[in-house]
């Protein structure tokens, strides 16, 4: 982990993560003192790229495990392999031999918590949209994220050789359990503000010069104030900017480009139909 919180701010930006002052001091202060990190926020405000940028400046292996209804325990944990150990059997009934143990290492199928258990090296684990997955496995993870441990009851316990950073993202679909929240250090993040935001698309849209991309970024924010189904975050934006620069550069006009561009922005027709409406005050027609 970065020794300060500066130098933290100072990699990510280098990895094109350019987070703001809020989110560096929970991101320093989960790693100094070794907390799960819960950020929410709205889909495409960063969330999910926090712990894909982590993995990378700290060196570390990037384990996900995406959260949906009905995941549970075997699924996140570990399972064996029937069909394994039923070819293992067959074939010592045929040779004649003794079977052996059919719970050894060789029939484990580890999943991503207890893999993020093993990491020798540490690792980032990434448990994305929990607020998707059912209350009962959100109480088990309290148990897992409490201790960093779990016991196979083949093989016994199994505690973490090097405690992963753990990353928990929610889109706040429903209420995270209060137990859980008491686990983990906790960040809301919100879109960024303007200035911020033109450092993002002229990062991730290189050659955008700084005029274009205060008009790209005054028309995101003009867009998300309108009564849209989903707000474009930042992934969306950013595309935008790219696609508007692709044409701009075939010749189009910049309005006719941010328009033509739009369906990399907004995702629904009703949302596109409501962008038209609005187009002279969105794009400067």
């Not at 399972?79 to 010592?92: I, V």
């Amino acid at each position: 982990m970065p020794a300060d919180q500066e130098t933290l701010g100072r990699r990510l930006g280098e990895e094109g993560y350019l987070a703001d002052e809020g989110l560096l001091t929970a991101v320093h202060l989960a790693g100094v003192l070794g907390l799960p990190l819960l950020l929410e926020g709205e889909p495409g405000v960063g969330k999910t790229e926090v712990a894909n940028v982590l993995a990378r400046v700290l060196g570390r292996e990037l384990i996900r495990l995406q959260c949906y209804e009905g995941l549970d325990a075997s699924q996140a944990l570990y399972e064996w392999d029937y069909p394994k150990q039923l070819l293992s059997l067959r074939a010592a009934e045929v040779e004649g031999r003794g079977v052996g143990d059919l719970y050894r290492e060789e029939f484990l199928l580890q999943r991503p918590l207890l893999r993020a258990l093993r990491a020798a090296s540490g690792a980032v684990l990434l448990i994305d949209e929990i607020d998707r997955a059912d209350s009962e496995f959100e109480a088990f993870l309290l148990e897992f994220l409490g201790d960093f441990q779990i016991t196979v009851p083949e093989l016994g316990t199994i505690r973490a050789q090097s405690v992963p950073f753990v990353v928990l993202t929610s889109n706040r679909t429903r209420e995270l359990h209060d137990a859980l929240k008491r686990r983990c250090l906790y960040h809301w993040i919100p879109f960024p503000d303007a200035e911020r935001e033109q450092a993002i698309l002229q990062a991730q849209a290189p050659g955008l010069d700084a005029r274009s991309a205060a008009r790209l970024v005054a028309a995101v924010h003009r867009i998300r104030g309108l009564a849209l189904l989903k707000r474009p975050g930042i992934a969306e934006s950013a595309s935008w900017a790219r696609g508007v620069q692709a044409l701009a550069g075939e010749g189009a006009g910049w309005p006719e480009a941010m328009r033509r561009a739009a369906g990399l922005l907004v995702k629904h027709e009703e949302d596109l139909a409501l962008v038209r409406q609005h187009a002279a005050e969105v794009f400067g027609d």
